[in-house]
Each structure stands twice: as C-alpha cells, then as structure tokens.
C-alpha cells in the first residue's frame, strides 16, 4: 500500500480537516488545526505530503520521526498541529486496513468509555447558573467555564468578586458533587492568579486550567502555595520534550495536550506515559470537531491515567457547525450518564460525511480569536 494523495478541507465552524488516501482504496482522516491559523497549518501539511506521497502509510512511527526530526527547524504549534493531523490520518488507515479500531493496534482498551465534560458560559463568562442546569439535565456530570473576562495584571477585586458569585451561583444551582473546570486560559497575569486560586478554594473545583501562560512555568510554585485545587495545563504545549519540564516541575496535577496540536496519537500517547510516573492525570483538549474527538477516545482507551474528556459540543464556538453535523452516524458519540463509549469501529472509530464535508469546504471560514483590549486601550490576553 502506498500514500498517493493528501487533501485538506476548511470547514466550519472553525475547523480543518485532513484526508490522505492510498492506492488501494483505503482512506484516513485527520484534523490538524491551529484555530485561527487554519490556512497556515493547511500550508504546512502540503509541505509535508511532499515526503509522504508514494510511502506506506503503515510506518507511522518512522513516518512521525522523519516529519518531525527532518527539518532543521521543529516543534511549535503551526509544525506539531500539522503532524497531529497527518499523524491520526495514517492510525486511521492501518485500523481500516485490518478492521479493528486504533486503540487494539496499540494494546487494547484499559476501560470502556470515559467521562466528558461540557461547556457553558462563553469567551466573557455569563448566565452560567441557567447554562448548568440544561447540561445537568442532559446529563454531564461536569463542566468547564472561562474564569473571567479581560484580566490586568493588577486589577480591581470587583472582578475577583464576580468570578466567586458566578462559581458559587454554579455550586448552589447544581450541588455539591458537579465537577467544575474554571479556565483561567491564559488571561491571567501571576498577581491576580494568586488571589483568584485562593478565593476559589471553598468551592472543591475540579481543577484551574491554565492558571497562567504556559511560558511562565517559573509562577506555578508560588501560585500553588495558594490552593489545595488540581492545577491544569498543557493546550500550549506540543511535544514531550515541552511537558518534560513542566512534569520535572510537580505543581501541575492534570496535563491537557491536545492530539490534534500535540503531534496526534503516537507523541501524546507518549506524553501521558511520561505524565503516569509521575502521577499525573490526563485530561485531553479538544474544543474542536468530530475527528479530533475520536482520536482523543482512541487515547482516553488506552492512557491509564486520563479520567474526563472535553468536547465541543454546543460550545459557544460553534456557529455555523456543530460536532455531530459531519458524520454519518452522529450515535457514535450518543453521552449517557455524563460519559461516552469509545469507539469500537475500524481506525479512528467514525465515518465522516464526505460530501457534507465538500460542501461546507466550498463556503470555507476565516475564524480568528477576538482581539481584547483593557480600558485604557492596552492588549488584553483572550
């Protein structure tokens, strides 16, 4: 079997899609997306099929080695994302090859289906205690919400306050036992990091995310001293040799790669390995589409140590698409009692609508992060 042709799709709402197929009529997909940088990652897979066409698609590892290793330049997230994509692409092919999903070529499942959680509330969080009734009554179990709007690097303890009323609001709405994500997502500076973990202490969080950027690793020692709540992070980081020093570190509880910018199923299998001896849990990103999704399953059955699963379903990113509307069979992600089975098709698990997928590619998308800006008109971190 031999590689003949890769193809990239743009698709709404924000997403890109990868499908490489080969001469014997097998076929892969894959989503390697940087959102915001969909026609750059797009770019770079083109790049990169230059090496794969006319290889067999079942020498993965050495396949991922070479597209990483190859360049004298390497790593980042524009590089890893494109990899990821290529890199499920191919994990899928192999499990079609043989008929059996991707997790049974690496090892078999170690449980059955995992926990997801749900978002609400939006970029600028608002009318979380009404949004975590309807995602208790569909029956999650847990849920993720942004902490707070545009944050200074010092600012006024009004918004420490709301962030508090809306985390309680949340807690007196659904009871004691939801689990609940508050994601600082980058926007807060270490000052106010401080405060926010420590006044959100009596609320028993599930975790903080991204307490602060993931370049200022050095601010997670004093940030802890702060707050007994499992510290999260990872989205921003891309191989193992970026989560080596923040696992070398031991204030981070929960790592959060993200498969389809983490170099796809081969390098973040290999860094939650490293995350399990050193008793760190696994909880994978992915606000993204249907494909990235099933990778993320094919992981959540093998990783020992992941316990929950994101996934974008009625997150506020979704517009003009949603997760389900590309494929065939939508039950394949069917959450019941606040979990999801993982996928026990061939390769990845899911068929994909491919003519939808032409469809929506024609009209495309040119989503792009929001631009923030504090009120005396300085950037503000999103």
Not at 310 to 329: A, C, K, P, V
């Amino acid at each position: 079997m031999k590689i003949t042709k890769l193809t990239t799709f743009q698709v709404p709402p924000r997403w890109l899609f990868l499908k490489i197929e080969t001469d014997e009529g097998i076929s892969g997909w894959g989503e390697p997306v940087v959102e915001g940088r969909a026609d750059t990652v797009a770019a770079a897979v083109a790049e990169l099929a230059d090496y794969l066409i006319g290889k067999d698609p079942f020498r993965i590892e050495d396949h991922w080695t070479v597209l990483y290793r190859g360049g004298f330049y390497r790593g980042g997230a524009v590089h890893m994302s494109a990899v990821a994509g290529i890199d499920q692409a191919l994990w899928d092919i192999k499990g079609r090859a043989f008929g059996v999903p991707v997790h049974e070529l690496l090892g078999g499942r170690v449980r059955d289906r995992i926990r997801v959680y749900s978002w609400i509330g939006g970029d600028r969080p608002a009318d979380t205690a009404e949004a975590v009734r309807a995602v208790v009554d569909r029956g999650f179990t847990a849920i993720k919400m942004n902490a707070t709007e545009e944050l200074q690097y010092v600012d006024s303890h009004g918004k420490v306050d709301a962030v508090i009323a809306r985390v309680a609001a949340i807690r007196a709405e659904a009871g004691p036992y939801l689990g609940i994500g508050v994601d600082f997502h980058g926007r807060v500076h270490k000052p106010m990091a401080k405060v926010l973990a420590k006044e959100l202490e009596p609320f028993d969080l599930m975790f903080i995310e991204e307490p602060v950027l993931s370049e200022h690793l050095e601010d997670l020692p004093e940030i802890t001293k702060h707050t007994s709540i499992p510290i999260a992070l990872g989205e921003r980081l891309f191989s193992r040799w970026d989560f080596k020093r923040v696992l070398e570190q031991g204030c981070v509880d929960i790592i959060q790669p993200d498969p389809s910018h983490s170099g796809g199923i081969t390098e973040t299998r290999k860094i939650a390995a490293m995350a399990e001896a050193y008793d760190v849990a696994v909880a994978l990103h992915c606000p993204l589409g249907p494909i990235a999704l099933a990778a993320n399953l094919q992981l959540d059955a093998l990783c020992y140590n992941a316990f929950i699963q994101e996934q974008s379903l009625g997150i506020h990113y979704n517009q003009s698409n949603d997760l389900l509307d590309y494929l065939t069979d939508p039950a394949v992600f069917a959450y019941r009692d606040g979990h999801v089975d993982i996928p026990a098709g061939p390769g990845l698990g899911i068929e994909i609508n491919e003519d939808y997928v032409r469809a929506r590619a024609a009209e495309g998308h040119r989503w792009r992060n929001p631009i923030w800006r504090h009120r005396d008109g300085s950037f503000a971190e999103w």
